[in-house]
């Protein structure tokens, strides 16, 4: 039976739902960078996590799957189906590591590299857009804060 | 031919790599606390998506799918999946929105109620864990950033 609602409801989800719970703002944050992010990486047949494996290997010296899983902090297996889609796209390549020849490591080729080029700077405005509601002063701290997280201070030699 | 490697790599991923990156920061934060919070939610078969989407059914008031999906910026296929998934677990149903019979709204059973606050204590810890590189000055200033971002304010009526 249609049972008569008394007025509207309470809470249509409102903003302020769960805005105390830092996993879930962060959660967030990165869905609404990677919606931004994906849409206009489309053009390359890229997306966010291509684009950031993409520019690990770039910037990185030949990484293994491992070593990228690592830094990533994802399972081997996702980095895999990444490599694979990067590398059926021409982006990157496999090969033998000639220090332990079990291992592959990841190279961009010279269409990755200039797709990362392009892509880097989709990403980069996405970033200035969904930052613009902060200062300058805010986003370095909010750099900083982030950074701290992800790589806590330990007592390893840095060198 | 085995090429001998001139000493080491100059690179093992260093993590001052793409440290400036505000949407790798985050993608990466988001992965560390996913990867803590999974293993440890696994005893009650969530991980940290299915929790997500519990907390906001559990304390927005019967939300339908789309608002699901638009409040945690997500696509309403990944959203339907979850939920799928939760409702399979017994953690939720689904029913018919009295005010709009072509609408469902998402509601936590008692079962989805008693595992959601189990769950909880998890995930607060897993923040505390990741959180604990930074002083409670600098948590609050991580939690108001992340709140700018995420909320940006508009010049909507907020009541």
Do not use: C
Not at 1 to 28: C, H, Q, W, Y
């Amino acid at each position: 039976m249609a049972v008569a609602r008394a007025g509207k409801r309470r809470n249509k989800l409102d903003p302020s739902l769960l805005a105390d719970d830092i996993t879930f703002l962060i959660a967030k944050a990165r869905s609404m960078a990677t919606a931004m992010a994906n849409q206009r990486l489309n053009r390359y047949d890229l997306d966010l996590r291509m684009y950031s494996v993409l520019s690990v290997v770039k910037y990185g010296d030949g990484p293994s799957q491992r070593e990228l899983a690592d830094f990533l902090v994802l399972d081997a297996r996702q980095v895999m189906y990444v490599i694979d889609a990067l590398e059926s796209s021409g982006l990157v390549e496999r090969t033998t590591d000639p220090a332990d020849r079990r291992s592959n490591i990841i190279r961009a080729t010279e269409k990755g590299l200039d797709v990362v080029e392009k892509a880097e700077l989709i990403v980069r405005q996405v970033e200035e857009e969904y930052l613009a509601v902060l200062d300058p002063d805010q986003v370095q701290n909010l750099r900083t804060l982030l950074n701290r997280v992800v790589n806590p201070p330990s007592g390893l030699d840095e060198d």
